[in-house]
């Protein structure tokens, strides 16, 4: 077990380059499934949640390599199982493999992925398509467990823009028989790049990039190679980073247009930004304004993964900022921890809260309640004054490659210290 311990006031500067995308390489690794030939990722980030999927997909029987950020996987022989273990139990994005195990094995058997955080809705919106299509639910009360002879195309509107229920659909309807056109999908970034591979596979999906997709069904799919998107919620961290430390970041290696929403934002806080094809130059202003409404939504909207980093910041901004979660209500817990280091906070309700800044902060030990949440105390760390002591940075490996080191690379004085339990 490690934590982080943060020395604030470090002005950071220099040059970022940013991994690939977490929520875009798990459903990557799961469509390889579909094929039984070999297929190459490039710019796979080496973070704990692509190691659990990498680890279920070996206990059915995936040949995988993963060096030096690439990854080549080949599904040969695979078994069904029941997925049961602590990796399906404690990661939300296991669900993925019930569209690819329908489609390939015609069965998928599991625990509820994410155990309670995963509540019955989300579940609704998977099952929802996958009925659709054809497959039979044989449990979904204890656990998932779907079964399908033949997958069939229809047209489907999804119950709600869905992230990874669009990646289950998507991954079951491109060996259906026939055509499918889902309807109000989601079209994250990180959907599109599973599209572009599963189409490199010899998928025929039309429409990428909207809330509407058309997917011609193909008997087979085949090898492939591709180079995983840089993540754009990495990116959007090291903005703050900058911004938040009175620094001047290059962020290299992302598409800024997914961010197009968060820039405004960080515009609007003074933030001085200069945009080119692939990079990004962020530069703090003398004095940071506060935002009068940061509301998340869907893509191309406010990103609620960006959320907690953006609202650091505004702990900082001079004025009052108010933040509207609309997903999950357990997602503004972190500014309790931001409150007792010095933070102005007011909770309306489980979704929103008033910032009032600035505030003076002081380092002290907080623990983090979730990936994002995690990074966003890492970020008001670095602005604090004083040492802060942060727990349960094993969230923050979840899905952020080398933090610290990329942290340090710029500047920030961060430890990662090795403690018992
Ligand atoms: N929704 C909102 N407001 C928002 C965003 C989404 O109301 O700001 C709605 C969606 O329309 C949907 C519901 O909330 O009805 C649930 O979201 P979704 O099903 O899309 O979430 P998910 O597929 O379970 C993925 C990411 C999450 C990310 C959400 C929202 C992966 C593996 N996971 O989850 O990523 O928070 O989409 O974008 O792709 C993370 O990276 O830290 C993370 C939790």
């Known amino acids: 077990m490690h934590n982080f311990i943060v020395e604030g006031g470090h002005a950071l500067k220099g040059v970022v380059d940013i991994s690939g995308s ?24 080496n973070i704990a949640d692509v190691n659990s999927i990498i680890e279920i997909l070996r206990s059915l029987g995936s040949e995988i390599q993963f060096e030096n950020n690439t990854v080549t996987i080949q599904n040969k022989n695979l078994t069904l199982k029941n997925l049961s273990g602590n990796l399906v139990a404690k990661m939300r994005a296991s669900i993925l493999l019930l569209g690819p195990l329908l489609a390939r094995i015609g069965e998928a058997k599991m625990n509820f992925p994410g155990g309670c955080v995963l509540g019955k809705r989300s579940v609704d919106s998977h099952t929802h398509s996958l009925k659709k299509l054809g497959a039979e639910i044989l449990d979904e009360k204890k656990g998932l467990h779907l079964k399908a ?35 109000l999908v989601a079209c994250e970034p990180h959907v599109q790049d599973l599209c572009r591979f599963l189409n490199k596979m010899g998928a025929n999906i039309k429409g990428v990039g909207t809330h509407y997709l058309t997917i011609e069904g193909v008997k087979k799919l085949h090898t492939a190679e591709h180079r995983i998107i840089g993540d754009y919620l990495e990116a959007g961290t090291f903005a703050i980073a900058s911004a938040i430390t009175a620094g001047d970041v290059l962020i290299r290696g992302i598409n800024p247009v997914d961010l197009d929403s968060f820039w405004q934002k960080l515009e609007d806080a003074g933030v001085e930004l200069k ?18 409404m940061i509301k998340t939504a869907v893509y191309p909207g406010f990103p609620t993964d960006l959320q907690a980093p953006f609202v650091a910041l505004m702990t900082k901004a001079n004025g009052v900022s108010k933040v509207f979660e609309t997903l999950f ?93």
Not at 167 to 183: D, I, P, Q, S, Y
Not at 393 to 398: C, E, G, L, T, W
């Open 149 to 183: 002879k033949k997958l069939k195309g229809t047209n489907i509107v999804m119950p709600e823009m869905s992230v990874t229920a669009t990646e289950n659909a998507l991954m079951a309807a491109v060996l259906a028989k026939g055509v499918t056109r889902l309807r």
């Open 329 to 421: 209500e357990g997602r503004l817990n972190y500014l309790f921890e931001l409150e007792k280091m010095g933070a102005h906070v007011e909770f309306l309700n489980p979704h929103q809260a008033i910032i009032i800044g600035p505030a003076k902060l002081k380092g002290l030990p907080i623990a983090s309640c979730d990936l994002r949440a995690g990074a966003a105390m890492v970020l008001a760390a670095l602005a604090a004054d004083g040492i802060t002591e942060i727990s349960n940075i094993r969230y923050i490996d979840r899905g952020y490659e080398n933090f610290d080191q990329k942290l340090i690379s710029l500047g920030a004085k961060i430890e990662r210290v090795a403690f018992e339990v």
């Open 22 to 45: 977490k929520n875009a390489v798990l459903p990557i690794i799961c469509a390889t499934l579909l094929t039984n030939e070999k297929c190459t990722l490039k710019n796979v980030p």
């Open 275 to 292: 945009i080119e094809k692939n990079s990004v130059r962020v530069k703090a202003p003398k004095r940071l304004k506060s935002v009068k």
